[in-house]
């Protein structure tokens, strides 16, 4: 009888440490889980910051640019007027809240410059060519706008600008780089002056204008 006593408490015994261990076993298995969950949720996190400051830049660029310009170009001794019309494809709201990567990654897609170009010759009734391009996604980082489309007869080139009388293209493109950094940064909130470079259809010949903000 005491031995049957003794075996079935041995028998209890391992039966209650093979339980305990399985419970530490789940236990740390569980948290293993919720760490590998938390490590995901932060490094999505992160993630989504990154994707949110680069749409909050182009945001800030296009916020900066959009709107109409006009002005003046000279080709072979001919005076045209030229204009042209920039809108953003979606509404710019700047989010202080948290989203999710969908959110994010279809402004990101879809923010854009709808853009419309007209050149006339003020002097010669019916004289407007015109084009349009939708869902353009100008160089951020060049603060370039190069309209190169099936839709236009004519090449243009838009940089952006704060001085009318800059000549140089490389001193041009070299303040236009910097300027846009600084409307990334919404450091400054408006562009007023676009230096322009045009190529007709039917010459290579490239002739300069600039463009001012309406």
């Not at 995901?40 to 109409?68: H, T």
């Not at 709201?93 to 419309?116: D, Q, V």
């Not at 019916?126 to 084009?131: D, I, L």
């Not at 839709?151 to 800059?166: G, P, R, V």
Request: charged share 30%; hydrophobic share 35%; glycine share 2%.
């Amino acid at each position: 009888m005491k031995k049957i006593i003794i075996v079935l408490m041995t028998i209890c015994s391992f039966v209650s440490c093979s339980k305990n261990g399985d419970e530490r076993i789940a236990d740390q298995e569980d948290i293993r889980a919720r760490q590998q969950v938390d490590a995901q949720n932060e490094n999505q996190n992160e993630w989504a910051r990154k994707m949110e400051k680069d749409l909050d830049e182009r945001k800030y660029f296009i916020k900066a640019i959009e709107g109409s310009f006009s002005g003046e170009l000279t080709v072979d001794d001919i005076d045209f007027y030229i204009k042209a019309e920039m809108v953003s494809s979606l509404p710019i709201i700047l989010s202080h809240r948290t989203r999710t990567l969908n959110e994010i990654n279809y402004e990101l897609e879809n923010l854009a410059l709808n853009l419309h170009v007209k050149l006339e010759n003020p002097r010669v009734a019916n004289s407007a060519v015109s084009c349009t391009i939708e869902g353009y996604k100008p160089d951020i980082k060049k603060g370039l706008i190069k309209i190169i489309s099936e839709s236009c007869k004519n090449i243009f080139q838009l940089m952006i600008s704060d001085d009318l009388n800059l000549e140089e293209e490389s001193v041009i493109r070299s303040r236009a780089e910097i300027l846009a950094e600084s409307a990334r940064h919404n450091e400054i909130s408006q562009i007023n002056i676009l230096s322009g470079i045009f190529e007709s259809s039917v010459s290579t010949k490239q002739y300069k204008f600039k463009l001012k903000r309406n």
